[in-house]
């Protein structure tokens, strides 16, 4: 098989959560820790940082993998989902895994792990561990898929554990309450490893944390929130700057709302990592967050797509997907408007989300183009027009993503801008029609 039949193999073989949905969630440690154990023990090569959270652990995991590289260790990193490519998930020093690697580990590997019937997340955590060991990278990013407590991720031992933020998702897996998730997320908790809590601005969530803190005898569980490393934002043209309180004043292309509130989690986590004998200068820092797009290749985090000009919009593309994204998307849109620019919105979401936690955001004179993606979680184009209208959000709907965006681009000015979101699915189905 080649490496594209070798994907297709595994689609078809195994449960795959992105696409299925409920159907292919497989909570529980069991199946991974008996893989680990017929691998080798794979993870115990390298040294590990794990990072959870509802929102924001793409971005934080990102910049953690950026500044150590820049920090002149051998870096892996593991994320999840993929945009365009599978290969996007096992990066070490930013560059994807090698399509002759994944071919040949399944078919080696996978004859001896397919009894433990693995979902398609959990052999591709077993993978991304071999293929750190085999290369010898000195510390990799963790980002958990689902959770944390059940997660397949949570069989390894890092030098410090970061928790991003709590908000609303993945509710039928995880809890109805904040103070559930945040259980959930706190099974990555470890005794004696360094805990960063990112947001923290629930009473309940906090005792939640603490009480786990205790009960996984953590006796260093900072609340990054409370201690602000990042004391003043300023908002440039293409990339925002962060004063900080002891390395100076900070430079990320990353230009979304919810930023310097990562930025702020991540800079604690190096200060534990700097305790925990990790050498990062801070001229590697600032390396660290100036570099990360060209080091790590994150995609999708308030992207511009194509810049305006005097023929065509701006184009900007978000993956945020639920209540605590939108929590900042939502008035960063309506900056636009308030802008004087007029704003059309490609829109899209999957039906096991809170629709209507998404949609109290988004700004009433946007023009909007619904559609779904083609996979059986997509919530209905006609059926998302219809929730929309309740909240004074108008427009038609469309029979393709490729429909919505290109009349969206149609319709639009020079001077205005077209957002791409509510889904990965519909922002990576846009961002195919910008590949060579």
Wanted: proline share 4%; net charge negative; hydrophobic share 40%.
């Amino acid at each position: 098989m080649n490496y594209q039949e070798t994907l297709n193999f595994l689609y078809a073989q195994l449960p795959v959560f992105e696409t299925q949905g409920a159907h292919a969630y497989k909570p529980g440690l069991e199946r991974c820790e008996a893989m680990d154990k017929t691998l080798g023990h794979p993870h115990r090569e390298f040294r590990t940082i794990h990072v959870a959270g509802t929102n924001g652990k793409g971005s934080c995991s990102h910049t953690l993998a950026s500044i150590l590289q820049c920090a002149g260790y051998k870096v892996g990193l593991f994320t999840s989902p993929h945009l365009l490519d599978f290969d996007e998930r096992i990066r070490v020093n930013g560059t994807p895994i090698d399509h002759n690697y994944v071919t040949d580990w399944v078919e080696k590997k996978y004859p001896l792990l397919k009894d433990e019937q693995p979902s398609f997340f959990e052999l591709a955590t077993m993978m991304a561990f071999c293929y750190f060991a085999e290369q010898k990278v000195d510390v990799a990013v963790i980002e958990v898929g689902l959770g944390g407590r059940l997660d397949s991720t949570n069989i390894i031992q890092p030098e410090v554990s970061v928790i991003t933020n709590i908000s609303f998702d993945h509710m039928q897996f995880l809890g109805d309450t904040l103070p559930q998730i945040a259980a959930e997320k706190a099974g990555i908790m470890k005794a004696g490893v360094p805990c960063i809590i990112g947001e923290c601005d629930d009473d309940r969530v906090r005792f939640t944390f603490q009480q786990n803190a205790q009960l996984h005898q953590i006796s260093d569980l900072v609340f990054a929130a409370d201690n602000r490393q990042v004391l003043w934002v300023r908002n440039m043209t293409d990339h925002m700057e962060y004063d900080t309180l002891n390395d100076g004043t900070l430079q990320s292309p990353l230009m979304g709302a919810c930023q310097p509130h990562n930025a702020n989690t991540v800079l604690w986590a190096v200060h534990k990592l700097r305790e925990r004998g990790f050498n990062i200068s801070e001229e590697q820092l600032h390396d660290g967050f100036r570099n990360v797009l060209t080091l790590t290749h994150l995609r999708g985090r308030w992207e511009t797509l194509q810049e305006a000009s005097a023929t065509q919009p701006q184009v900007i593309c978000d993956t945020g997907h639920n209540e605590g994204c939108f929590q900042y998307l939502g008035p960063q849109l309506k900056k636009i408007l308030a802008d004087g620019k007029r704003l059309h919105i490609v829109f899209g979401m999957v039906r096991d989300k809170d629709i209507s936690a998404v949609l109290k955001f988004l700004p009433t004179d946007a023009r909007y183009y619904f559609c779904n993606a083609d996979t059986p979680r997509a919530l209905p184009a006609a059926e998302l027009r219809d929730l929309a209208n309740g909240f004074q959000l108008t427009g038609d709907c469309y029979a393709t993503i490729e429909d919505a965006y290109l009349t969206a681009l149609t319709n639009a000015t020079p001077q205005d801008v077209v957002f791409v979101g509510g889904s990965n699915f519909i922002v990576c189905e846009v961002m195919k029609m910008f590949e060579p």
